[in-house]
């Protein structure tokens, strides 16, 4: 972002003062070569994690410098198609290089695993065989059989991953139909999702689907995210960008053009399966993109002197403005982390200060708010945690956040709204222990023993999605509890 902002300010001195020649190509050559760069170098560091070194997540095996596939494959397959301008290079160990490059890129991609990257590089890989060998419609047709068979064995690859897509596409449709024209608004689906499958279970019961759903963050695809947000118009205007885009390519083709067509195709394409415009490299290559298409409608409104200093004026300002907050919320991450890391080696105490300082900088940001009540949770300030908890659960249905906040109510003694808040939880993620558990002791408080023993057949006899040393034990403790209940009901 920091690097966007600069080329921004770059760009708009340049333009103000009459030193940008209309003739050049804004995405050209030293931004095209930025990213063909900045790719390749991350695909050798994917490639590299693969292989057992620099290993920087326990979970994922290849993530280059990401916390996941996704984020890696995504800004990947959006620089790929940009390899294209060292192939039509006129020297020929730059082509080399460039073939190179695109090979590296491309099996960085398919050792990440990640479902959308595959998909998202052999559709382009497709497009540019049909260009160049596949003249005769038989082949054409022939391709499009491969293409649907891998998208197949992508499906059956992580086949219960895919159906666990499935689902949060299921509950987001019926989200969607709650608000089909204007959508929830911005920052929609974390608010609400969790709440939506909780729902699909109360209706539904437990079926396959329950062992599959999980804490979710993302819908997974971009363009039911654009219906959450936005609703069918904002689709709607989505779909005349394109149609414009592809019209501002129609009307003055050319390589580089086409280049940057396909990269938008890349990054549509991985859109389906994933959330690429999470991670800001995609934004700023979509930006660059665009900008190489209409390029010519660009320079003729930048021909008006007038138009042009206030555009440029404002990109400036904007660019300027957006730097400072950019350092500022960079230190407030940083005092952030410090923070919260001296609360994990058991000072959190001596933290409480400090996040109250940071709130004003971070009031809008659920993590910061549940890191924050799970602060005062630990320091048994159940009030003033309640309190964060319930203004994050705005912005944030979380699974964890459920437990939370039902454990505030149940240190306070309200147990029929701690009651609530742990059966949400149970109903988000139906294949979880934890609040089954916390429900039982919930009415061991209470001294409810018909649900008590009703929760405690319920741990026993539900499955393990993942057999683990304390759902073990879990189970155990659940086996001695009804034996003790029932003993105590013989006796009476």
């Excluded at 971009?222 to 390519?249: D, H, P, Q, R, S």
Aim: one cysteine or more; hydrophobic letters at 45%; glycine letters at 6%.
């Amino acid at each position: 972002m920091f690097a966007l902002l600069v080329v921004l300010v770059y760009e708009a001195v340049n333009l103000l003062f009459g030193r940008w020649n209309k003739q050049s190509e804004m995405g050209k050559s030293v931004y095209g070569f930025v990213i063909v760069v900045s790719c390749f170098l991350q695909a050798i560091f994917g490639v590299v994690q693969f292989f057992g070194f620099f290993q920087v997540s326990t979970t994922f095996g290849v993530t280059g410098s990401f916390d996941n596939p996704a984020g890696f494959a995504a800004c990947l397959c959006a620089g790929f198609p940009f390899a294209g301008f060292l192939l039509s290079d006129k020297n020929k160990y730059i082509r080399y290089v460039g073939w190179m490059t695109g090979f590296v890129i491309a099996v960085a991609v398919v050792l990440s695993q990640s479902r959308a990257g595959i998909m998202s590089i052999a559709f382009i890989c497709l497009i540019l065989l049909n260009m160049k060998f596949f003249h005769k419609r038989w082949m054409k047709c022939l391709s499009l059989v491969c293409f649907a068979l891998l998208l197949s064995g992508c499906y059956w690859m992580k086949k219960d991953s895919a159906d666990g897509r499935l689902l949060i596409w299921r509950c987001s449709a019926d989200m969607i139909k709650d608000a089909p024209w204007f959508g929830h608004g911005v920052g929609s689906f974390e608010a609400r999702y969790m709440d939506y499958q909780a729902g699909y279970f109360r209706q539904h019961g437990e079926n396959h689907y329950s062992m599959l759903a999980d804490n979710v963050k993302h819908p997974f695809n971009e363009y039911v995210g654009v219906l959450l947000n936005f609703g069918f118009v904002g689709l709607l205007v989505i779909l005349a960008m394109i149609t414009l885009i592809t019209y501002c390519y129609k009307t003055h083709p050319c390589l580089e053009k086409r280049i940057a067509l396909y990269s938008l195709i890349s990054i549509g394409i991985f859109s389906f399966f994933s959330y690429p415009f999470t991670y800001p490299f995609t934004w700023i290559v979509t930006l660059l993109c665009i900008v190489i298409l209409t390029r010519e409608y660009i320079t003729e409104i930048l021909a008006r002197s007038m138009i042009k200093n206030v555009i440029c004026i404002f990109i400036l300002l904007c660019s300027l403005g957006g730097v400072y907050k950019l350092v500022e919320r960079v230190m407030a991450e940083k005092e952030w982390g410090k923070v919260s890391g001296l609360a994990l080696y058991g000072v959190s105490g001596k933290t409480l200060p400090a996040y109250v300082g940071l709130e004003r900088e971070f009031e809008n940001n659920p993590y910061f708010l549940y890191n924050y009540a799970a602060i005062l949770l630990e320091n048994k300030q159940y009030e003033e945690s309640l309190k964060v908890a319930l203004k994050c659960r705005k912005y944030w249905a979380d699974y964890d956040l459920e437990l939370m906040i039902g454990e505030n109510y149940q240190e306070l003694d309200k147990h029929e709204l701690a009651e609530k808040y742990y059966d949400n939880a149970s109903m988000m993620c139906p294949s979880r222990f934890l609040p089954l558990h916390k429900l039982f002791y919930l009415y061991k408080d209470v001294g409810n023993r018909e649900r008590m023993l009703d929760v405690a057949k319920s741990i026993i006899d539900k499955p393990m999605k993942i057999k683990t040393s304390t759902i073990r034990m879990m189970k155990r403790e659940m086996k001695r509890e009804q034996t003790r209940l029932l003993t105590e009901e013989n006796f009476e």
